[in-house]
């Protein structure tokens, strides 16, 4: 990066008084301090910015061009967090075995996906140790609901090709818990390797994870923060209901109009789990949500 004249780059990583940009035109990550003026108040993975060297070896953001698209979030103090910006995906990777499927964050991650108006997309790892069969079973519940859902073998090749053409042209946040296979993922795709810590203050303690970016045709693949961050905005028992996609229909037959789907008496959706037509993984992560709300 020259130090003559503004350079556009991508937020990969954020700090309080600094982020991790990888310019258009370079495959290297730099450390960049935020100007604090009225066009640089803060800044977000995914984000454009205008960034130039002021020399020995620095940078600085001094501008963050308009955004296509917020995720924003509400936390439970009811402030506003914006998680990214100009993404239009949230791909979930989640391991079959080691460590075990854990439906819940999926559903509540796909969840997340529908309440922000975001594609959601379901990678799915360690196909090889769960066995064909019982990969093929989840990514079948999943592709049912209209979910795209990839089985990767990352070290082997299998589904790199079609994850590749599957991200072409979108602006995707990878989202999953450590063990799952981001890392293998991120390298299969010829991502930006891990580039270091980065303190919340910009400099001294290491406290963010690592900021990650893959260049893709006409689109990017960024590392998400912390899955912790995720997480759904406070919402009455019908919006909830209306995030899971195949209680919809059942919803509007329940004998009440306000049924929670929990105990009430004649509640279609329950009805529909014991005829086999909700998954119970589904239901219990519909459940879990919906009592988590209740408190």
Not at 72 to 78: A, C, H, K
Not at 171 to 177: I, R, S, T
Not at 244 to 267: D, T, V, W, Y
Request: with cysteine.
């Amino acid at each position: 990066m020259s130090e003559e004249g503004l350079r556009r780059a991508r937020v990969i990583g954020v700090g309080r008084n600094a982020a991790w940009i990888v310019a258009d035109d370079e495959l290297e990550p730099r450390l960049a301090a935020l100007r604090k003026t009225e066009t640089v108040t803060m800044v977000v993975p995914g984000d454009a910015v205008e960034a130039r060297s002021i020399g020995e070896g620095r940078v600085v953001i001094d501008a963050v061009l308009p955004r296509s698209f917020a995720l924003v979030r509400r936390t439970s103090g009811g402030r506003t967090k914006t998680m990214a910006a100009n993404v239009d995906t949230i791909a979930i990777v989640a391991a079959l075995v080691d460590p075990p499927l854990h439906y819940a964050l999926i559903d509540g991650l796909i969840a997340f996906a529908e309440q922000h108006d975001v594609e959601p997309l379901l990678l799915l790892t360690k196909a090889d140790l769960a066995g064909e069969a019982a990969a093929a079973a989840v990514a079948g519940l999943y592709r049912g609901l209209e979910v795209p859902t990839l089985l990767l073998h990352p070290k082997a090749g299998r589904g790199i090709d079609e994850l590749r053409a599957t991200l072409a042209g979108r602006h995707a946040l990878l989202v999953g818990n450590s063990g799952v296979g981001k890392s293998s993922i991120f390298r299969a795709l010829g991502g930006i390797a891990v580039v270091g810590e980065l303190s919340r203050a910009g400099r001294g303690r290491q406290t963010t994870s690592s900021a990650r970016l893959a260049r893709l045709e006409n689109g990017f693949l960024i590392d998400s923060p912390g899955i912790g961050d995720f997480g759904l905005d406070p919402m009455p028992p019908s919006e909830l209901t209306w995030l899971f996609r195949e209680m919809r229909e059942p919803a509007k037959k329940c004998r009440f109009a306000n049924c929670r789907h929990l105990s009430e008496p004649g509640c279609a959706v329950r009805a529909a789990v014991e005829a086999g037509t909700i998954a119970p993984s589904r239901y219990a992560s519909y459940r879990s949500l919906a009592l988590a709300e209740a408190t």
